[in-house]
């Protein structure tokens, strides 16, 4: 083949290829990009690492570390209040790990603290091939909501920045909370 064949040939493959890696929708690409999640998280998932060995039960310290998963579900799938939904329900969309450390300690929610941890969240929207990542404080009172960083993201949300509002539906079967989250994403790209 000759060298302009084989030139011309690599130039529209090239073209080709870029065209389809632009034409991939990316979060924010365009500007706003605001969409909401429902998340129910799962008590059985719950572990939790102690800086007092002594401490027990359900009882937390400031400086505890604790790690938790649950599935996310879409928008507006899930109940409020004291609910009796299935963490592990079909209809999921994702899967969520959580893992933190607690700011407060039991003492201190007994007291009215309403903001109990400092949480790093891989959403995982269906696998980690498209994830976003967020971290902040996180609300453990239901109707309490907060907004949390979005530190960027993997596969379609590559490069992406921005907030998450996260509202605290209430709780579900497992005990633990049922969480409305909203993105508004840009895209630093």
């Known amino acids: 083949m000759k060298k302009k064949t084989v030139f011309s040939i690599l130039i529209l493959i090239g073209a080709s290829l870029a065209a389809i890696h632009f034409s991939i929708p990316r979060a924010g690409a365009t500007g706003d990009n605001t969409f909401t999640f429902d998340v129910a998280l799962d008590a059985n998932t719950y572990m939790q690492n102690n800086i007092d060995p002594n401490e027990s039960g359900m009882n937390f310290t400031r400086g505890d570390t604790f790690i938790l998963g649950g599935t996310i579900y879409p928008g507006g799938t899930l109940p409020s209040g004291t609910a009796s939904n299935d963490p592990n329900a079909p209809g999921g969309i994702g899967k969520i790990t959580c893992r933190g450390t607690y700011i407060v300690g039991t003492n201190d929610v007994a007291n009215g603290a309403t903001l109990w941890t400092n ?70 790209d």
């Open 119 to 188: 949480t790093t969240e891989l959403y995982l929207l269906p696998d980690d091939n498209m994830e976003l990542i967020a971290d902040g404080r996180t609300p453990n009172v239901m109707g309490a909501t907060v907004q949390r960083a979005v530190l960027g993201g993997t596969g379609r949300f590559r490069g992406a920045t921005g907030e998450v509002h996260e509202l605290e539906l209430g709780t579900n079967a497992t005990g633990f909370c049922n969480l409305r989250i909203t993105f508004h994403l840009k895209s630093v």
